[in-house]
């Protein structure tokens, strides 16, 4: 039963001292929590075709289901630790120093890592050391027979604080991450009020809420901005580098615009993809304040507050379409998950090349000089977004009653003149058009529905969508990586 003691209390040493660096980290800078520090450098050295699997296997769940499994492995080595402290404490306390310089020594050369990021996880060890050693020195039973009742009673004593503290850490981030009580400014150019859309039931809404929006990022922590002291920088191959204050961008002449988007890891029928109406300035009126050398320039090289690096071709970025720098969604602040104080929106482009978020400086370079975070891994410099559709209802595999049966669904082509037609088959028989829902313009989704005559047995929908310019949309199947899936979604149900 020794070692079941020795093994209790690594872990408890170790939750105990985790939480402690959490608290820390959420006063201070939550992404220096040290499982967030650690997963954050895995989702770093991950290849991408690993990426690609854990998105299309988990989804949004991807990084719950990383930081989850970071956090067996250190308990499982803290009860290690543990064991090796049951005989010799100095052993186990050097395991829980090498843990804790490890991810101390990861957050400081993170790439906007500093000093003072380590402390988070230097806390972390200390306290665990602290822990461990005041365990170990605890009187031991005479017998065999377990621990004793007064360890016991101290190691759930431990846990309740350490409980306490990480509900702390909790709130101080949540405080921390709320974005700023702010009033938006009017809009001096403001489209036509977006049409209610169609009410099909299981069809996607026509505008998405804040709340419901898609988020796919890096982050598995959400920025800390404080809006008095962020700044939006524009240097590089300009005539004169700017520095811009949220006051800055808000007194600007804004626009609003219904614009729909889409990341790129969405697969064939995926749901990472939102409209919703976003208010900003205008990219190109940004840019003019700092004065372009078109000369020499072909990307736009954004930078979050966390150093968090997205090429944007140049040319694509300004050459008429409504790219903003957006500071308003839905009529609200941007939401911390969606970029406050500001992010980048270009239309037509999908997020890992056109929709910084979190932005903090924008660079006027070359792609042969500098290449961002996803050019390094090999994806798509100009990957524009591919005309697509999805059947939101009915399910997959579902059954249906025969009749009268709606198949209805959500179909976009950015920057190809919209949506102008959406078409059906059933059981790989002739194309039928659907009737379309209400026009939100060429950058945002349109709604549509066919009613069809289903008769009992097991079937097969497709859908395609046809652009303002007269493309079908593409047949062939590719896969996310590099420049965004393609194809066409195909599901099964059956009519009883």
């Given amino acids: 039963m020794g070692s079941l003691r020795g093994a209790a209390s690594g872990v408890v040493a170790a939750v105990s001292g985790v939480a402690a660096g959490n608290l820390l980290a959420a006063a201070t800078s939550p992404a220096t929590a040290p499982v967030t520090v650690m997963g954050s450098q895995i989702i770093d050295w991950t290849p991408t075709p690993v990426k690609e699997w854990a998105v299309a296997t988990f989804g949004t769940a991807d990084k719950p289901i990383l930081l989850a499994s970071i956090a067996a492995g250190a308990l499982a080595v803290a009860a290690l630790a543990g064991l090796l402290a049951h005989h010799r404490l100095i052993l186990g306390a050097a395991v829980f120093g090498a843990m804790a310089a490890l991810v101390a020594g990861v957050a400081a050369t993170r790439p906007t890592g500093t000093l003072a990021d380590a402390v988070p996880s230097t806390v972390t060890g200390l306290v665990a050391i602290a822990t461990l050693t005041a365990f170990a ?22 846990l309740l604080a350490a409980a306490a503290l990480q509900a702390s850490a909790s709130v101080v981030t949540r405080r921390r991450t709320m974005p700023a009580d702010i009033e938006l400014p009017s809009a001096a150019d403001v489209p036509r009020r977006l049409p209610a859309g169609l009410k099909v039931k299981g069809i996607t809404p026509f505008r998405t809420s804040n709340q419901d929006f898609y988020r796919v990022d890096t982050r598995l922590s959400l920025p800390t901005v404080d809006v008095e002291t962020w700044r939006l920088r524009v240097d590089g191959d300009v005539r004169q580098p700017i520095s811009l204050t949220f006051d800055d961008l808000a007194a600007m002449d804004l626009i609003e615009r219904d614009i729909t988007l889409t990341c790129v890891s969405n697969d064939v029928g995926g749901r990472y993809v939102g409209g919703t109406r976003w208010l900003g300035a205008r990219l190109t009126d940004v840019l003019d304040r700092a004065g372009i050398d078109a000369t020499n320039a072909d990307q736009i090289l954004s930078t ?70 996803w050019t390094k891994r090999g994806w798509a410099t100009d990957a524009p977004i591919k005309p697509s559709s999805r059947i939101d209802t009915p399910r997959p595999f579902e059954d249906v009653g025969a009749g009268t049966v709606t198949v209805g669904g959500i179909a976009w082509a950015q920057q190809e003149g919209g949506v ?17 829902g209400p026009s939100g313009g060429q950058d945002y989704w349109r709604q549509w529905y066919l009613k069809w005559q289903a008769t009992p047995g097991r079937h097969t929908l497709a859908v395609r969508a046809i652009t303002g310019r007269g493309r079908t949309q593409s047949a062939n199947r590719a896969r996310p990586f590099p420049d965004g899936s393609s194809g066409i979604q195909r599901l099964s149900l059956t009519v009883t």
């Fill in 137 to 158: 020195r605890s009187p031991r039973p005479s017998t065999a027979e377990g621990p004793s009742r007064r360890l016991v009673l101290t190691q759930a004593l431990v």
């Fill in 304 to 373: 979050d507050v966390e150093g968090m690096t997205i090429s944007t071709p140049l040319t694509v970025a300004t050459d008429g379409r409504d790219s903003l720098i957006a500071i308003g969604m839905n009529g609200e602040p941007l939401p911390a998950a969606h970029g406050f104080p500001a992010r980048l929106i270009v239309p037509g482009l999908y997020g890992f090349v056109g929709a910084t978020k979190w932005i903090t400086r924008m660079t006027l370079t070359t792609y042969a000089a500098q290449d961002a975070y």
């Fill in 420 to 436: 102008a037609a959406v078409e059906v088959s059933v059981d790989d028989g002739p194309w039928e058009p659907a009737t379309l």
